[in-house]
């Protein structure tokens, strides 16, 4: 069965950079039906497409935060990674790894449980 | 972007009852590339709904989805106890991919 988790710190800084990795496991990352995706979600707040990868790298951003997002991804280890820069209290949220089937932007279908990023000093 | 508005910000109704869940978009989606998902606190969203119609692995029948063009509509014909959470709805047809602000379904 596929599993999503996430990784990473808890707690930024203002004006820093958050990294999140994703682990993908029972299944592999390399499948050619799939992107892999972030989500985030604002306490009490609804949902926010990040961004996606596709295994062969290819990437698309939401425009709203393309300036300061990368996601990368690494086959050899069935992982992929978020980097968002110059983070303010806005970008405090809930974020999720996700699966996305490969029809348009594509539906999520599988999630990781979430990882809560404050942004604070 | 495509704004997906839902309609209504909560929805109050009994065990048994039917629930009608509406996703009003700004423009057309295209293809009916839309999705619902059901998502209860402190749980990721899970997805219940793809292609506007067409039920996610494993979920029960008394959901359904319909619609095209800008107005869509979940339907829960009997609702269980476990049905009552927050439902968001999705269109993957254009980038960015976009998500309504959301319907919660509460006991009445």
């Known amino acids: 069965q596929l599993q999503l988790q996430e990784s990473g710190p808890g707690l930024v800084k203002p004006s820093e950079t958050l990294s999140l990795t994703c682990t993908v496991s029972g299944g592999s990352i390399s499948s050619s039906s799939y992107y892999w995706g972030w989500i985030r979600q604002p306490p009490g707040k609804g949902l926010e497409w990040i961004g996606s990868i596709y295994y062969s790298g290819s990437t698309y951003y939401n425009p709203s935060l393309k300036s300061r997002v990368t996601i990368s991804v690494d086959t050899s280890k069935n992982q992929f990674s978020l980097k968002l820069s110059s983070v303010t209290a806005a970008d405090t949220a809930v974020y999720y790894c996700?699966?996305?089937?490969?029809f348009g932007v594509g539906w999520a279908g599988n999630w990781g449980q979430g990882t809560l990023v404050t942004v604070s000093s | 972007e495509i704004v997906l508005t839902q309609s209504p910000g909560t929805l109050s109704l009994s065990p048994g009852e039917r629930a009608t869940l509406s996703c009003r978009a700004s423009q057309s989606v295209s293809s009916s590339y839309l999705a619902w998902y059901q998502q209860k606190p402190g749980q990721a969203p899970r997805l219940l709904i793809y292609?506007?119609?067409s039920r996610a692995t494993g979920i029960p029948d008394r959901f359904s989805g319909s619609g095209s063009g800008t107005d869509f509509t979940l339907t829960i014909s009997r609702l269980e106890p476990e049905d009552f959470a927050v439902y968001y709805c999705?269109?993957?047809?254009?980038?960015?991919?976009?998500f309504g602000q959301g319907t919660k379904l509460e006991i009445k």
């Open positions: 999705q269109q993957y047809g254009s980038s960015p991919c976009t």
């Open positions: 292609g506007a119609s």
């Open positions: 996700a699966r996305l089937r490969v």
